[in-house]
């Protein structure tokens, strides 16, 4: 008897990186988020998770399964069941409508999963896992949706994975909707809009963070006064000069927010009670380093944004890079080491 034929289809995705930031779930079984965020997609020449997914009636185990980084992963969470649930319901529809189509929705998946970056290092590695895992399955699939639409499916698998469906200049709107269905990604430019904008990545620790981004957020979200202000005031403003910057191409104000949100950010984690650290020394240095930066250019040419864990990100532009990178190495080496590695990223599209 011959062998029943594998599907498979690899995809990679890139990782994004916050400048207002995602923090805080006004419904955690969907995932919808307190505010709308924004962020720049990383070249996946530097970061990026890639996928394969694959499918078969031969397949002996009747489970699904994911190998993550070389080690089987625990897919049975709530969060990864329902992608998949989304995914597969949409290729039984494809399905049910041409009868010719072969049964991949009954097969039991396999997943293979490769971050070329530290998993779990506040590196984003959450967001670029489920957009292409999401990606991967739905090219398996031969889905038929446009990124937005895929972008609600990877949000239930991590929230800022919905941002890593687009290249280049993305936002992630809240939406207003109790069930989720506008809770999506969108683009607000592409990469080649502003294609100097160029990303240096300092890894502090490669170490897995001390507080999940989940929990961080859920003991934030009940229990941080200056939360509620972030939500209500500083988020909208933020997100609206944001798009300014962006648009207009501005980058002073486009470093200025992102500090200002990062800032704020960190600010509702220390007001959280416990309170929660994500920086630590080697951060602040690096904080240090690019006020210095800024100062010795006389004028803003490079920003600072952490997310939930020690790590910098330094957004610059290309004419800069000599000033910031050349700087950022000479003010860190005389101030503090403790840098473990670095790579420098452009804003990138997504072939
Ligand atoms: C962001 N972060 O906008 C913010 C900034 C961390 C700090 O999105 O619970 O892993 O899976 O929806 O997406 C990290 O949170 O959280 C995050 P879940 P996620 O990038």
Not at 199 to 224: E, Y
């Amino acid at each position: 008897m011959a062998e029943a034929k594998v599907y498979r289809a690899s995809t990679t995705a890139p990782v994004n990186i916050a400048v207002v930031k995602y923090w805080g779930k006004r419904d955690a079984k969907l995932n919808l988020p307190t505010n709308s965020s924004l962020s720049v997609t990383l070249s996946q020449a530097d970061l990026r998770t890639l996928t394969t997914a694959s499918c078969s009636s031969s397949y002996s185990a009747t489970e699904d399964s994911l190998i993550l980084n070389g080690s089987p992963s625990d897919i049975t969470g709530a969060r990864t069941q329902a992608c998949f649930r989304a995914l597969r319901s949409r290729r039984s529809a494809l399905e049910a409508a041409d009868a010719s189509l072969p049964k991949l929705s009954a097969m039991p998946l396999r997943i293979v999963s490769e971050n070329n970056f530290p998993t779990a290092a506040g590196l984003a590695s959450s967001a670029a896992g489920f957009a292409a895992l999401v990606r991967a399955v739905a090219n398996l699939y031969e889905l038929p949706d446009s990124p937005a639409e895929l972008s609600l499916i990877a949000r239930q698998g991590s929230g800022s994975a919905c941002r890593s469906l687009f290249g280049g200049y993305v936002a992630w709107r809240m939406g207003d909707k109790e069930d989720g269905s506008d809770s999506l990604a969108d683009l607000v430019a592409e990469a080649s809009h502003w294609p100097e904008m160029r990303a240096l990545i300092l890894v502090a620790s490669a170490a897995k963070k001390g507080v999940s981004s989940t929990s961080g957020m859920q003991q934030t979200v009940a229990t941080s006064g200056l939360f509620k202000q972030r939500i209500t005031e500083v988020v909208p403003k933020n997100m609206e000069l944001m798009e300014k910057a962006v648009q207009a191409k501005d980058f002073a104000s486009f470093a200025e927010v992102t500090m200002r949100d990062s800032n704020s950010f960190h600010a509702t984690c220390a007001d959280t009670y416990p309170p929660i650290f994500y920086m630590n020394d080697v951060s602040r240095a690096a904080v240090r380093a690019v006020e210095k930066i800024n100062e010795a250019a006389g004028q803003t040419i490079a920003a600072y944004t952490f997310d939930a864990g020690p790590n910098c990100v330094v957004y610059y532009l290309e004419k800069d890079e000599a000033a910031v990178v050349g700087t950022f190495y000479k003010v860190l080496g005389s101030e503090v080491g403790g840098w473990k590695e670095s790579a420098a990223a452009h804003a990138t599209d997504i072939s």
